[in-house]
């Protein structure tokens, strides 16, 4: 199944093991990497630093076998996991170390090079430039860049320098990320209608609290849960302002939208405000989970799957396995229904988010020699095209996929089906270390997530993603004119440094006060609490955040 790409990668081809084999594949990795200087003079030797998985060992994976003898080359990593803080420090170290590998190829989700990095070690000669290579040697990925030119204008710095290259994840469902997953099990059960506005909303959050929709007698229902990664607050205050905030995107201007084409903070407006009272209410009549501003996801699932029962009547999740383990025996996943935007004040808005991340999971090194520049690019090339795409990323055909039966249909229905993911075998090193999984989802276009083959049954674990595809249907082409699209904006280098200091503070200031107005640590129905909250905004230099980002989405 498909799921989001990490989502896939992590609990499909790449399933996690001990950790002391973790370790000792990372071990295995920097000491394979680290050649002599025979070898570093040696244009078929190609280092390359790249993220596995614990279960993985690149050094003796299929497809780096198949690239080594398809290219005549002897490629060495030095690997990292996937776990984001770890994998960005040893990304840090390779970079500082003196002794840089010929390339990176990395993983969005866990230490990809951001925009701002491009642009300085670019400038510092750490990079080279990929515009000529691309030409010369990458038919495939210049095919990309006319099928997706967007994808070309994502991987472009303003001055038309391609420093690396970003995976391009068309992952339809993780297009509308805030998604509500409620309980219809317990609308059935009260006889309640699906809410359609804030109001409908808020009456059927009581009757779930009150009128003990889970049959056990006791009042121990939470209506409504969040946690720091998966806030409450983006699916209702869309129906207020048109919001993209949500405390778990760390390090993006998720405050912030487009009047017009001036960029404003949508946390400073009165629809912002209007939003805040109603949850505000919520909260005060016990809606609200006490810790979904405070609890982790683990924490979040851990109550979701309670050996007490189904306790939660819903959540703003992109899929109901962030809320409950799916494929439980006793089902409750499948009591979550997606609820289609609510119709508030500013109608039924969906905030949309490019589920492809700027900046650069691919670049070649200083290091790399004129001869190694040209291989690298043309082993990128390969997995572009639909020959090595499908083997980088599934592996060996009969092991990781096969050919489609002439009764199996695509995700998307009116499209031919052109490949089947088979379960992988934990048993069977050829399938669990037969593919690079994650790291080759270079260009996972739309056309081919939804050719892949789905099961019907969308309530089956194997049939979720086709379920998560079909929720999406609701939200799709809700977002507004007040959309910013942040993705698309290169911040100039002499800028980056400041905006990142600013970045922190304003975002972390309006996730924390939103909370706090939410709780009632500070009162949305208070003009002098409003007030004190947008005093602090300005003391923090929020204006100097909208002028940068202004000039630089004026530029783009």
Request: glycine share 8%; net charge negative.
């Amino acid at each position: 199944m498909l799921f989001a790409s990490s989502t896939r990668s992590r609990s499909r081809r790449v399933r996690t093991v001990a950790a002391t084999f973790a370790a000792f594949a990372t071990a295995l990795g920097l000491t394979t990497a680290c050649g002599s200087s025979d070898e570093a003079g040696d244009d078929n030797v190609i280092k390359i630093f790249a993220s596995q998985s614990a279960q993985m060992d690149l050094n003796s994976n299929s497809f780096t076998r198949h690239l080594e003898k398809k290219f005549n080359v002897d490629l060495r990593f030095e690997t990292t996991s996937y776990e984001a803080s770890s994998a960005t420090e040893a990304r840090q170290i390779s970079l500082a170390g003196g002794d840089l590998p010929d390339a990176y190829m990395l993983v969005a989700w866990a230490t990809q090079f951001n925009q701002s990095e491009l642009l300085r070690y670019g400038q510092q000669g750490l990079l080279v430039p990929l515009n000529d290579l691309i030409e010369q040697h990458a038919p495939d990925i210049q095919a990309a860049f006319e099928e997706e030119p967007d994808f070309e204008k994502f991987s472009t710095a303003p001055d038309g320098t391609i420093w690396g290259l970003p995976q391009w994840n068309d992952c339809y469902h993780c297009s509308y990320p805030y998604k509500f997953w409620i309980n219809t099990e317990w609308l059935d059960n009260l006889g309640l209608e699906m809410p359609t506005t804030p109001e409908e909303f808020f009456d059927v959050m009581v009757a779930f609290k009150e009128d003990d929709p889970n049959g056990n007698g006791k009042a121990d229902e939470i209506p409504l849960t969040g946690n720091t990664q998966n806030s409450l607050v983006p699916f209702i205050m869309n129906a207020f302002i048109y919001n993209a905030f949500n405390t778990g995107v760390v390090g993006q201007p998720v405050s912030l939208g487009l009047n017009g084409d001036t960029v404003q903070v949508q946390a400073a407006q009165d629809g912002w405000r209007e939003g805040l009272q109603f949850l505000n209410r919520m909260w005060e009549a016990d809606l609200i989970d006490p810790a979904a501003f405070s609890q982790g996801p683990d924490t979040m699932q851990a109550t979701g799957n309670s050996a007490e029962g189904v306790m939660v009547g819903g959540a703003t999740v992109m899929h109901p396995g962030l809320l409950v383990t799916m494929g439980q025996e006793d089902g409750r996943d499948n009591q979550y229904d997606p609820l289609p935007p609510l119709n508030g004040p500013t109608g039924d808005a969906a905030t949309y988010v490019l589920p492809s991340t700027p900046g650069a999971t691919f670049v070649v090194t200083s290091a790399a020699s004129e001869a190694k520049q040209q291989t690298i690019v043309e082993i990128m090339n390969y997995i572009f095209s639909p020959e090595g795409h499908r083997r980088a990323q599934f592996g060996e055909e009969g092991i990781g996929w096969r050919e489609p039966k002439p009764d199996e249909i695509a995700l998307d229905e009116s499209l031919e089906p052109v490949i089947v993911d088979i379960p992988t075998d934990e048993d069977n090193p050829a399938d669990y270390n037969g593919n690079w999984g994650p790291m080759s989802q270079v260009f996972d276009t739309e056309e081919w997530r939804n050719t892949q083959v789905q099961p019907m049954d969308i309530y089956t674990l194997e049939g979720a993603e086709r379920r998560f595809f079909e929720a999406t249907g609701l939200y799709e082409g809700k977002e507004t004119d007040a959309m910013f699209p942040y993705w698309n904006v290169w911040i100039p280098l002499e800028d980056g440094s400041e905006l990142s200091t600013l970045l922190t503070n304003v975002e972390t200031y309006i996730a924390t006060s939103t909370a706090e107005f939410v709780t009632g640590v500070r009162d949305p129905n208070s003009d002098g609490d409003w007030q004190s909250y947008l005093d602090g905004m300005d003391g923090l230099g929020v204006d100097r955040y909208l002028e940068i980002w202004q000039n630089a989405y004026d530029a783009s």
